[in-house]
């Protein structure tokens, strides 16, 4: 495998505030100090890959090119999960094989896929983020070898998944739902239904009278569940994980 030059090394975790991404930040600096790092999410929802699958490729479609995400959303640490490296459409990912790769291997035709056969000499059980995902980004970085044996994008861990996922998937810090549906190309005369709401499609807030709820097409081209200067998640009572139905015509 010959890997391009990768400019920049993208950090995506469950992780939230506290000392874990700092140390994978600091493991990084030590191992390559001259790839810059960015910190792109820290808080998706924890131990849900099945959920994270469905927004990296969103949150991936309009960064820079060359560009190593480095994906820990891992409940598996420390069990028989394999520790994939995935190249899609010219940007790298690295992270363990729990479906959390799989949607975005699937939209690109082009996308390979490798397992990591190399292990540091020493490693925790329980932090891979750190010592073991961590130092394989810094040595594909500088085209070190990662033991890597090709594997088809079809024997991934979630490569049966659907191609769309009916869910909230992220929830912002103003409460705004993030699903995993990609808004559809026509949106104009669509609704969502929740429950017995039937939230209606704007093209953004100010369309919409304060703290009415509604749907649009987000920043990431991802169906999103919104309240003007409201909180959808407290309104519609949904968290993470909650499924929502799918686009239906509005025959009101």
Not at 59 to 83: F, H, I, Q, S
């Amino acid at each position: 495998m010959t890997t391009t030059e990768i400019a920049r090394i993208a950090l995506v975790t469950d992780f939230g505030d506290g000392l874990y991404v700092g140390q994978m930040r600091a493991r990084l600096s030590a191992l390559v100090p001259q790839v810059e790092q960015i910190d792109l999410v820290q808080d998706l929802a924890p131990f849900r890959p099945d959920l994270a699958a469905y927004l990296l490729p969103a949150l991936v479609r309009d960064m820079p090119r060359g560009t190593l995400y480095l994906c820990v959303v891992d409940p598996g640490v420390g069990g028989a999960r394999a520790a994939l490296v995935v190249e899609a459409a010219g940007d790298w990912f690295i992270g363990p094989d729990n479906g959390l790769f799989a949607p975005l291997a699937a939209r690109v035709p082009s996308a390979r896929v490798w397992r990591i056969g190399w292990q540091p000499n020493a490693m925790s059980s329980s932090f891979h983020g750190r010592d073991w995902f961590a130092p394989a980004a810094a040595r594909l970085c500088k085209g070190e070898d990662l033991q890597l044996t090709e594997m088809p994008v079809t024997a991934m861990v979630g490569a049966d998944w659907p191609a769309d996922l009916e869910a909230v998937v992220y929830i912002d810090r103003y409460g705004n739902l993030m699903t995993g549906m990609r808004a559809p190309c026509v949106v104009q005369g669509q609704v969502l239904p929740l429950g017995w709401r039937r939230l209606r499609h704007a093209r953004t807030f100010c369309e919409v009278e304060s703290g009415e709820a509604f749907w649009y097409e987000n920043a990431l081209g991802l169906v999103e569940i919104a309240v003007n200067q409201g909180r959808a998640d407290s309104l519609l009572g949904l968290a993470a994980g909650d499924r929502v139905g799918g686009l239906l015509p509005d025959v009101e």
